[in-house]
């Protein structure tokens, strides 16, 4: 297994769809963050869990609603998203106990296109 | 707030030639970390090398150095020897050490290595 997995690797939907991406860890970490990637600009920080519980939530729409039920696995539940949307989803982990090193573990992405 | 730029949208370059990719970064705090992440073409992104803001030593990695002047805020990754397989983007990113580690990237930088 490698460290960081993410499914689907590609998602097309709708606009009135409803759809979920998963990430799952097997590297023992205790946070995971979602980030979007659009072409030409920065990755931009969507949410943190730290220890199961959110600790961040930067500004995102609701239709874009998180779930992390335990340290290895996170989702993202996407629901009447707007094709502005559409996006590489990246999925990190951390270690965030003990001695951080700052390093973030990523996923492959899962490439989203919303009709 | 914390940003960071990359000046550079694109870069080419021949086969063992050196490349000096640039990124500057903002910040008021004193305890950080700074990254050069890469992603190969629908790969996952990586961690090239990594620089405590505490050392003044420059970090290396193989092939991989980088030039890191805090008063200036300034953290450029060198390239030595490139390699076809350096082919990528190349991300710069900053990280408050803290619990969770919430990574604020550059806008990347199209790096491509030619036979």
């Known amino acids: 297994e490698t460290g960081v997995t993410q499914t689907p690797r590609h998602l097309v939907m709708g606009m009135t769809n409803k759809k979920s991406l998963k990430c799952e860890q097997h590297?023992?970490?205790?946070?995971m963050y979602w980030y979007k990637q659009s072409a030409k600009k920065p990755l931009e920080l969507m949410f943190v869990?730290?220890?199961?519980?959110?600790?961040e939530n930067n500004s995102v729409p609701s239709r874009f609603s998180p779930e992390c039920p335990n340290s290895s696995h996170l989702f993202l539940h996407l629901h009447t998203l707007q094709p502005e949307d559409s996006a590489l989803y990246l999925c990190?982990?951390?270690?965030?106990?003990?001695?951080?090193?700052?390093?973030?573990?990523f996923g492959e992405g899962s490439r989203l296109t919303v009709l | 707030a914390q940003t960071v730029t990359q000046s550079q949208p694109e870069m080419s370059v021949q086969e063992a030639e050196t490349v000096t990719l640039s990124c500057t970064y903002d910040?008021?705090?004193?305890?950080?970390?700074l990254f050069w992440y890469k992603q190969p073409p629908s790969r996952q992104m990586i961690l090239v090398i990594r620089?405590?803001?505490?050392?003044?030593q420059n970090a290396t990695e193989n092939r991989f150095s980088v030039n890191f002047q805090k008063a200036a805020k300034s953290f450029s990754l060198k390239i030595s020897d490139s390699q076809l397989g350096d082919t990528a983007m190349y991300f710069c990113?900053?990280?408050?050490?803290?619990?969770?580690?919430?990574?604020?990237f550059g806008q990347g930088t199209r790096l491509t290595i030619n036979p």
């Open positions: 990190a982990s951390s270690q965030a106990s003990g001695l951080p090193t700052g390093e973030l573990f």
């Open positions: 590297l023992g970490h205790n946070a």
């Open positions: 869990y730290n220890f199961k519980e959110q600790t």
């Open positions: 910040t008021s705090e004193n305890n950080y970390y």
């Open positions: 620089q405590e803001a505490y050392k003044q």
């Open positions: 990113a900053f990280v408050i050490i803290q619990g969770a580690q919430k990574l604020v």
